[in-house]
């Protein structure tokens, strides 16, 4: 009799390896990469300008306002009064150093309550303090061109409006020697673009304004200039006149 041979044993299925997980990360494309870079370095510099923009606005404006404090305490005269006792006469305007309270300026177009104290020189370091007065120009009263310069924007921007400086408007400076006022014959009118000229164009501040710089001077003339456009610096913007009465006491 034959024995049935025996089931042999099944096999156990093999099992499936995992596929194994790579320990690298997919290597991100170069230009992946650089436009990253690029995004972030637009970023960095969009917040460094708004950095700058803040500062240039409320940064700047409020040193301008606490040196407009102190130059106001410096003053060598009474607001108001012209000094008459020899024992008390103030430093004479051409003894004043740079950066020193030189006078007052006020011009009703910019609002009844505007009001700066001028600086001696137009250096940078002297107009972040205020408007400052021509270091070779005349002093207010005297013949020749007494003339200005302000900022437009940041340093608590005094000439912000100067575009709508008109012919006809007044300008009223006080010293030690009184006070002076002036009436425009020539100004940008409104216009954002008038009373244009180069950076370089110095002759606005010359004696006799349009002649030659050695030209004597009969008028007793006023410019003021500044800054064109309003935020930035690449030309200048002016306005002159003549002097209509001076040298009295404040009303």
């Given amino acids: ?5 025996g089931r042999g044993r099944r096999k156990a299925p093999r099992r499936k390896k995992a596929p194994q997980r790579s320990n690298k990360t997919p290597q991100r494309s170069l230009a992946a990469a ?14 460094l300008v708004l950095l700058f923009v803040v500062y240039t606005l409320w940064g700047t404006g409020i040193q301008t306002a606490a040196a407009q404090d102190d130059l106001r305490n410096e003053l060598t005269f009474d ?10 006469k103030p430093a004479a305007l051409d003894e004043l150093k740079l950066g020193d309270a030189y006078g ?5 177009r910019f609002g009844d309550e505007w009001e700066w104290i001028v600086v001696q020189g137009t250096k940078p370091d002297d107009l972040k303090d ?3 007065h021509y270091l070779d120009s005349a002093d207010p009263g005297e013949l020749g061109n007494f003339s200005i310069a302000g900022h437009r924007s940041g340093h608590g921007e005094p000439f912000a409006d100067f575009a709508e400086l008109r012919v006809g408007d007044t300008i009223e400076i006080e010293t030690a020697t009184g006070i002076y006022t002036y009436k425009l ?8 673009d008038g009373n244009k000229i180069d950076i370089n164009e110095t002759w606005v501040v010359d004696p006799v304004p349009g002649e030659p710089a050695d030209t004597e001077p009969t008028e007793r003339r006023i410019t003021l200039t500044t800054c064109w456009p309003r935020w930035g610096s690449t030309h200048r913007m002016y ?7 001076g040298g009295g006491e404040a009303p």
Avoid: N
Avoid at 1 to 5: E, G, V, Y
Avoid at 37 to 47: D, M, R, S, V
Avoid at 79 to 88: M, S
Avoid at 239 to 245: D, E, N, Q, Y
């Fill in 1 to 5: 009799m034959h024995r049935k041979a």
């Fill in 34 to 47: 650089i436009a990253g870079g690029f995004g972030e370095l637009l970023l960095t510099a969009g917040a």
């Fill in 79 to 88: 607001v108001g009064q012209v000094q008459k006792d020899e024992e008390q």
């Fill in 104 to 108: 007052i300026l006020r011009i009703p």
């Fill in 130 to 132: 205020g408007p400052g």
């Fill in 185 to 192: 014959d020539d100004a940008p009118g409104g216009d954002s």
């Fill in 239 to 245: 306005a002159t006149g003549t002097l209509v009465g």
